[in-house]
């Protein structure tokens, strides 16, 4: 998977926890690691990360999706279940839908 590719999951994933910048420090074929910054006047409300991204721990397609419209829309998690059939056309079961949040 390419670092930018893994940037773009990280953004959309840890925008949809809340964060308001990311500061990648390093990236390589199967880690990315930097700082997250969810209240830039907060020192406490920023954490260190690194993501080791290889094989089976890949986000899907599905996860970066429902990560992306958490974050662009804020929605309630009774409605995103909903919300994330109608825009991708699909018919996720609750119960796999359950496992990716």
Known sequence: ???????????????????????????????????VFYDLGDSDEKKKFGWHMTGNNIPSEEVYRLAKLIKDESIPRDELL????????????????????
Do not use: H, P, W
Not at 82 to 101: G, Q, T
């Open 1 to 35: 998977m390419e670092k930018n590719k893994k940037r773009k999951i990280l953004n959309e994933f840890l925008g949809a926890l809340g964060a308001i910048k990311i500061d990648c420090l390093s990236a390589s074929d199967n880690k990315i690691s930097g700082t």
């Open 82 to 101: 909903i919300k994330f059939n109608r825009k991708y056309f699909c018919e996720l079961e609750k119960s796999v839908f359950d496992s990716i949040f």
